[in-house]
């Protein structure tokens, strides 16, 4: 199994440009979820799914982030527009329907920097 | 609210010793706790989890205790080696919500 796979892996923009992360899941996963860490906060939930449908963005930070997930397989998180403070590695994680929201998997993340 | 801490932010140990990282946990509500590593430029990775109902729960090389009189939860690491140089991050969980993380202890070995 690949894992979680995220891409880019490292993401260079100007304040106020959109920037697209994304998110391939463990295969037969049933939830995903978008995580941000920084060295203040630590890492914050910031939405999950479970089959597709969106379930708690309470930790989206505000109307600048959203985030979708078309199909099973893919999921996307959007800034727009970005600013220097969302500067901070972003991961995606998966977990069965076995461990519904305990053991997630996560991918080697996004580091975004947002100049 | 909830609050998961960690007494060491920073531990350092000697190659070949054991190695122990504690979290202090502060809702007595909390049945369901994760510890996961972290190396550098990667993502958390799953270590052993235990459940309230638990009091100790062993893995290949790695023991998680919880304590919930004192609301304390550790995680050992037997015979440290080289590569288990990461930050670890322990986690806690209540009823259905999501899982709340730790800030963190980086852990270094000493060859």
């Known amino acids: 199994d690949a894992g979680v796979i995220q891409s880019p892996r490292h993401e260079v923009t100007e304040m106020g440009q959109e920037v697209t992360l994304r998110c391939k899941p463990i295969?037969?996963?049933?939830?995903l979820f978008w995580y941000r860490q920084t060295m203040m906060r630590g890492l914050e939930l910031l939405i999950y799914?479970?089959?597709?449908?969106?379930?708690?963005d309470s930790g989206m930070p505000e109307d600048r982030f959203s985030a979708k997930m078309p199909n099973a397989s893919f999921s996307t998180l959007k800034i727009q527009p970005s600013e220097p403070r969302d500067s901070a590695v972003y991961f995606c994680?998966?977990?069965?329907?076995?461990?519904?929201?305990?053991?997630?998997?996560f991918g080697s993340g996004t580091q975004l920097s947002v100049l | 609210g909830e609050s998961v801490g960690l007494h060491l932010p920073t531990l350092s140990v000697q190659e070949g010793d054991n190695s122990i990282i504690n979290c202090a946990y502060s809702?007595?509500?909390?049945?369901?706790f994760i510890w996961y590593k972290q190396e550098s430029g990667k993502g958390p990775q799953f270590i052993i989890d235990?459940?309230?109902?638990?009091d100790k729960r062993q893995g290949q090389r790695v023991t998680v205790l919880l304590n919930k009189t004192v609301k304390h939860l550790s995680l050992q690491i037997a015979a440290t080696q080289p590569g288990d140089s990461a930050v670890y991050f322990c986690?806690?969980?209540?009823?259905?919500?999501?899982?709340?993380f730790g800030t963190g202890t980086r852990l270094t070995v000493i060859p």
């Open positions: 994680a998966s977990s069965s329907r076995q461990f519904l929201n305990e053991k997630l998997f």
């Open positions: 295969s037969g996963h049933d939830y």
């Open positions: 799914f479970n089959n597709n449908v969106p379930i708690d």
């Open positions: 809702n007595s509500a909390s049945d369901y």
């Open positions: 235990i459940r309230s109902n638990m």
């Open positions: 986690a806690e969980k209540t009823g259905a919500n999501n899982l709340f």
